[in-house]
């Protein structure tokens, strides 16, 4: 089976993550694809494949005959989808010789169009996986599963040596828990790789130092008839708040290594107004200085209309995994090489996101990213070239074949 044909079965299993959720994993439908990977992986001849009780999926493949002592290598994926799109009744459009315009997005009525996509205008003559305009298409990190299976699948008929491989395929990582319950010393890798990046070519080991801020405003009611030097309305002082923070430190004007706070949602009324928002540098100092601008813009607030009114509350989600990867390179390296045995040119760039390898290399399994060739993740917008998730499977092939010599 293809890598993109798997694609297309994966997406049309339910598998959005739960923020709001206290269970493990955050929503049962995860267990729904878990359990059809474990049967794919048991049918390709894996050992130990099972699902655990925190719905991650684990699986060995033995190395061949001369390379039992050869490192242990990890492939790693995601199952789930972000809550930032829907991600239910997902159905995708195969766009084949694409011309290099607009794609009409069937369900929506618009447009995915390289006026506002212009990674688009060099994938003419490739054949697109899309949205229908109404979802987001589940590529992150559904085509990173389908990758490696569909690279273990092919290695095994090609025959050939290759190294031992350990595959895990986590929950939740669209929320920042991915790695939370994940059994390194079961798992058993001495190093791994995420199959969760982005374009054609892309390998990260440096990613977003990444925290959350909630910001809760307490208000006073009164009629406002009356309310002349008595109403404090929680919902300007919230506005007050984000307007304290730099205009231009927000994604839509940041790209590369520079950071960004990002307001995800807002609710108010007078009494009580909320403000949830992501921080995000790749700098540590930089991430510091970020989170105690919070801070301080409360602590002012707080000044201004009296203590208790503006409560900020920060947690850590992940660091930057450069540091960890850094003594390890060769496994970079490794990577690189791999991509040019399959025809690709590596691209190293920093990961404007997070991933369950940043969480692991911080445990001690340093784990870089590779891509899986989609684009516009958690979004409606989102598509992947057939051409590159065949390139996806090349490579990881190679590193497997590379790592055996």
């Known amino acids: 089976m293809r890598a993109y044909e798997r694609l297309l079965?994966?997406?049309?299993?339910?598998?959005?993550?739960?923020?709001?959720?206290?269970?493990?994993p955050s929503s049962m439908r995860q267990y729904d694809l878990a359990n059809i990977?474990?049967?794919?992986?048991?049918?390709?001849?894996?050992?130990?494949?099972?699902?655990?009780?925190?719905?991650?999926?684990?699986?060995?493949?033995?190395?061949?005959?001369?390379?039992?002592?050869?490192?242990?290598?990890?492939?790693?994926?995601?199952?789930?989808?972000?809550?930032?799109?829907?991600?239910?009744?997902v159905k995708p459009q195969i766009i084949e010789?694409?011309?290099?315009?607009?794609?009409?997005?069937?369900?929506?009525?618009?447009?995915?169009?390289?006026?506002?996509?212009?990674?688009?205008?060099?994938?003419?003559?490739?054949?697109?996986?899309?949205?229908d305009g109404t979802t987001l298409l589940?590529?992150?990190d559904k085509a990173g599963i389908a990758e490696i299976l569909t690279a273990v699948e092919e290695l095994l008929a090609e025959g050939g040596a290759h190294a031992p491989l350990r595959i895990g395929f986590t929950p939740d990582e669209e929320i920042g828990r991915g790695a939370d319950r994940f059994d390194l010393a079961h798992f058993g890798a001495d190093y791994a790789?995420?199959?969760?990046?982005?374009?054609?070519?892309?390998?990260?080991?440096?990613?977003?130092?990444?925290?959350?801020?909630v910001v809760t405003v307490h208000g006073r009611n009164v009629h406002p008839g009356s309310a002349k030097r008595c109403m404090i309305n929680a919902q300007l002082i919230a506005m007050e708040f984000h307007g304290m923070l730099p205009v231009h430190d927000r994604p839509e004007a940041t790209e590369g290594y520079e950071g960004f706070?990002?307001?995800?949602?807002?609710q108010g009324e007078v009494e009580l107004a909320t403000l949830e928002?992501?921080?995000?540098?790749?700098?540590?100092?930089?991430?510091?200085?970020?989170?105690?601008?919070?801070?301080?813009?409360?602590?002012?607030?707080?000044?201004k209309y009296g203590a208790g009114t503006v409560e900020v509350a920060l947690r850590d989600s992940y660091y930057n995994m450069r540091e960890k990867i850094e003594p390890h390179m060769a496994i970079v390296e490794a990577a690189q090489q791999a991509m040019r045995d399959a025809g690709v040119t590596p691209?190293?760039?920093?990961?404007?996101?997070?991933?369950?390898?940043?969480?692991?290399?911080?445990?001690?399994?340093?784990?870089?990213?590779?891509?899986?060739?989609?684009?516009?993740?958690?979004?409606?917008?989102?598509?992947?070239?057939?051409?590159?998730?065949?390139?996806?499977?090349?490579?990881?092939?190679?590193?497997?074949?590379?790592?055996?010599?």
Request: with cysteine; aromatic share 8%; glycine share 10%.
């Open 9 to 24: 079965k994966y997406v049309s299993v339910y598998t959005t993550s739960d923020p709001d959720s206290a269970t493990v």
């Open 261 to 266: 706070s990002h307001l995800c949602a807002m």
């Open 277 to 303: 928002y992501i921080i995000r540098d790749h700098d540590r100092a930089s991430f510091e200085a970020r989170k105690a601008l919070f801070e301080s813009a409360a602590a002012f607030l707080n000044a």
């Open 97 to 131: 010789h694409y011309d290099g315009g607009d794609v009409l997005l069937a369900g929506s009525g618009e447009t995915l169009s390289p006026a506002a996509f212009p990674g688009l205008k060099k994938l003419a003559g490739m054949t697109l996986i899309t949205t």
């Open 37 to 89: 990977l474990v049967d794919e992986l048991k049918a390709l001849g894996l050992e130990n494949v099972h699902v655990d009780e925190n719905g991650v999926v684990y699986g060995w493949l033995s190395a061949t005959a001369g390379c039992e002592q050869k490192p242990a290598l990890g492939f790693i994926a995601h199952m789930d989808t972000a809550p930032d799109c829907a991600g239910e009744n």
């Open 347 to 405: 691209r190293v760039v920093p990961i404007r996101g997070g991933t369950d390898g940043a969480r692991l290399s911080y445990e001690g399994l340093p784990c870089p990213n590779l891509f899986t060739g989609g684009e516009n993740y958690h979004g409606r917008f989102e598509y992947v070239p057939v051409e590159d998730m065949e390139a996806a499977v090349r490579t990881l092939k190679c590193i497997l074949r590379n790592a055996a010599k």
């Open 193 to 213: 790789y995420t199959v969760d990046g982005g374009t054609l070519g892309e390998l990260e080991y440096e990613n977003f130092n990444a925290a959350s801020a």
């Open 138 to 140: 589940g590529a992150d």
